[in-house]
């Protein structure tokens, strides 16, 4: 399977609780996007990286999220002190310079706080 | 006024119809328009792309876009049950602009 790949695919934490979800894109991509989607919405965008350097973030990925993407691979997207308002599911996505903005999605990993 | 409106639905329609997905727009900006297919609890699937003003067909598949009305469509000829859904419109600035506005989708289902 050469798609963007997502780990864990469920997540039951208890609120307070640090998770961390790990990404892999497909393999000559070099852009790689978060985002986040709740019930009956779109993804919402939170953060993007081309190669290893984090260009944009937006303003929903709040002090308690972090994301790194160390050696221009794989990524992933931790959120510390979980609150139920967390409850979603975080999609990763990848792209190339060049490939005409065509972005592709992993299967995204769902986050259950109790 | 959201960026991007999309119609929820849920969209009902029997099998083999002609289906029509719409999305407005408010951000003159937009250069590419996509069209994602999400299957109950999957991630979104690139189903169309397109960039800037015209159509673009794919087997049972056509976008549109009317940038000067800021308005894009789907159409999906010969509908299926398979093809039960939410489809989700997204567009973005193009260039070194990263993310995708999603609009928030529409349910559709295709009944035999």
């Known amino acids: ?114 | 006024q959201k960026e991007v409106e999309q119609d929820p639905g849920p969209l009902s329609v029997p099998e083999g119809a002609i289906v029509s997905l719409n999305c407005t727009y408010s951000n003159s900006a937009f250069q590419y328009f996509m069209w994602y297919r999400q299957y109950s609890r999957k991630g979104p699937e690139l189903l169309m792309y397109t960039y800037s003003s015209g159509n673009k067909e794919d087997g049972r598949f056509t976008a549109q876009v009317d940038k000067s009305s800021k308005y894009i469509s789907l159409f999906i000829r010969d509908s299926q049950p398979s093809d039960s859904a939410t489809y989700l419109c997204a567009m973005n600035y193009g260039g070194s602009q990263g993310n995708l506005i999603f609009g928030k989708g529409t349910k559709l289902s295709v009944k035999p």
């Open chain 1, 1 to 114: 399977d050469t798609g963007v790949s997502q780990n864990p695919r469920h997540k039951i934490t208890k609120r307070g609780q640090n998770v961390t979800f790990r990404c892999d894109p497909i393999s000559e991509h070099n852009r790689l996007y978060w985002y986040r989607q709740t019930l009956g919405q779109g993804p919402e965008f939170l953060t993007y990286f081309q190669n290893e350097a984090q260009l944009e973030k937006s303003r929903l990925l709040s002090d308690r999220f972090s994301a790194e993407r160390p050696k221009g691979s794989f990524s992933t997207l931790e959120i510390q002190r979980t609150e139920q308002g967390d409850s979603a599911m975080y999609l990763c996505a990848s792209s190339f310079t060049g490939g005409g903005n065509t972005i592709y999605f992993g299967e995204g990993s769902w986050l259950t706080v109790v």
